[in-house]
């Protein structure tokens, strides 16, 4: 049953009226018409109206070929998929061909637009991350995207681009249905295009989310990673149920970042309590939230896939945040085990805390974006006193990519606000770690930290706040403690440039 605040829109009566009289009129009389769900054309069989819990035969008679002939050519033309629909309607009919090609059945799916299916989660949208919806079919997968485009376009005024492969998003023909809004539509010539559509949109029409339905080859993945690594959002659909089942997929694995056979060093496997052969992600996951939609009022929801796949694949139990629309329609939430955190309050520019714990050399590093076998190596090889953990809470500096940066996924946010300090990577290559890297060994030669490096900033932000100086110069330390203290001044408001030449090169503050 529908929940009362959605608002459905169907133009059945446009789809009987393209079906044969004798066929469509029993139909009419039904009084369950609007929970249709299909109506079924077989030749040499009676016609049947599917409904979600029962069937009904329109018609004793059996289906001939005026019958077929009648709804083809009150259609639009079938594409290489077998598919056509009305124009400016949701309704899509599907043909079965004999060997000949001849059509000997058609099934006509009724498509409606919902509105309201995407209260669950709609928090979600404003983000800016890639979304990615799984689901059984007919679960309301497609009908979900529909509204996503809608409410992406009109209330968050995103620039979206729909890439349409059969219609069944905006509609047959070449004006769209109203229920994507302003989003605008790319169709598909063949579904062997869509990747090459996908490129397209990014590259003629400077969309700020592309929207696609039925991710499926190995084409299509690839596409969609390189639209991400670009800064476009993407919200898509794929085959699969769940995260687990994606990720056993190989032609689509490689949506939540793909999965390879690393084999450990025997020190290694041992420090991991592992097998010398394991299974890890290859690269970040081009869809950082995955939305598994279990009916069409409760949802699962991954919020940090590549946190959730690389605990899956060590044999870690992982529980989503389950959504759900209770009696009243509010949305219930149970939080799971990666649960976004929720964003804190910044500290104030004026009164700025120093940390009570005593400096701790050791580096505790949270990979984020980052191909953590290749930073795994880099540690091995420059022996650096550092270790990677498994949450950012137990971190005291995330790791990630100039990519993921940009992006400015939640995780990246909540680190910002909780003054987590944050090394960017030019690029996710292994000499860029063991730069990162070998900079720590220095300042751990020199009894430096970042927890020390970023407390001579904040002091020096406060003497420049409180009028005692109008500029202070820092002590020299290695790159990637300068580049920190930049990024940390940068968060007060204040100016900041390095001066001087290595290794006596240092931070100079000063409010501009």
Request: proline share 6%; with cysteine; aromatic share 4%.
């Amino acid at each position: 049953m529908e929940t009362p605040q959605k608002k459905i829109t169907d133009d059945l009566d446009v789809l009987l009226e393209s079906i044969h009289p004798s066929i469509a009129n029993p139909l009419r009389l039904l009084p369950e018409r609007h929970d249709l769900l299909e109506v079924i054309l077989d030749l040499g069989r009676s016609p049947e109206a599917r409904f979600p819990d029962h069937e009904i035969i329109l018609r004793e008679q059996e289906v001939a070929e005026d019958d077929i002939q009648y709804l083809v050519s009150r259609i639009g033309t079938f594409g290489d998929d077998n598919r056509a629909g009305i124009a400016r309607t949701l309704h899509r009919i599907s043909a079965i061909r004999n060997r000949q090609g001849r059509i000997v059945g058609l099934t006509c799916r009724v498509g409606r637009a919902v509105y309201g299916t995407i209260d669950i989660i709609q928090d979600l949208l404003g983000i800016g991350q890639s979304i990615l919806l799984l689901g059984r079919p007919g679960i309301g997968k497609t009908t979900m995207l529909r509204e996503v485009a809608r409410v992406l376009a009109d209330d968050l005024k995103k620039r979206v681009i729909i890439v349409d492969t059969s219609n069944e998003i905006a509609g047959d023909g070449d004006i769209p249905h109203p229920a994507i809004g302003h989003a605008r539509r790319m169709q598909v010539a063949t579904s062997a295009k869509q990747h090459a559509v996908m490129i397209e949109a990014v590259e003629n029409h400077m969309p700020e989310v592309i929207v696609i339905d039925e991710i499926s080859t190995e084409l299509e993945a690839t596409a969609a990673r390189t639209i991400a690594e670009r800064g476009v959002q993407l919200v898509a659909t794929a085959h699969g149920n769940t995260l687990d089942n994606l990720m056993m997929n190989p032609t689509l694995a490689d949506l939540v970042g793909g999965i390879q056979t690393v084999t450990l060093g025997d020190e290694e496997a041992r420090r991991r309590g592992t097998q010398k052969s394991i299974l890890e992600r290859k690269a970040p996951p081009t869809f950082e939230i995955v939305v598994e939609i279990q009916d069409r009022n409760k949802v699962a929801v991954h919020p940090h896939v590549g946190v959730v796949v690389d605990a899956i694949l060590r044999g870690r139990p992982v529980t989503p945040e389950t959504r759900w629309l209770d009696e009243s329609s509010e949305v219930r939430k149970s939080l799971g085990a990666f649960a976004p955190s929720p964003p804190s309050t910044p500290m104030p520019r004026r009164e700025i805390a120093k940390p009570s714990a005593a400096p701790q050399h050791e580096g505790r590093l949270y990979p984020f974006g980052v191909n953590r076998q290749r930073l795994e190596e880099a540690i091995q090889e420059t022996a650096a006193p550092v270790s990677l953990v498994e949450n950012p809470a137990a971190a005291n500096l995330l790791v990630t990519t100039k990519n993921f940066y940009r992006r400015k996924p939640q995780i990246v946010r909540d680190a910002e606000d909780k003054g987590l300090p944050i090394y960017v990577l030019r690029s996710n290559t292994l000499p860029q770690m063991k730069q990162l890297l070998r900079s720590f060994v220095m300042a751990e030669g020199k009894g430096e930290s970042v927890e020390a490096a970023l407390m001579e900033v904040e002091d020096g932000i406060n003497q420049i706040l409180s009028g005692e100086k109008g500029t202070i110069e820092l002590a020299p330390q290695p790159g990637h403690l300068r580049r920190l203290q930049h990024q940390r001044a940068e968060s007060y408001g204040m100016d900041s440039h390095s001066f001087g030449k290595e290794p006596s090169r240092r931070v100079r503050l000063f409010k501009g």
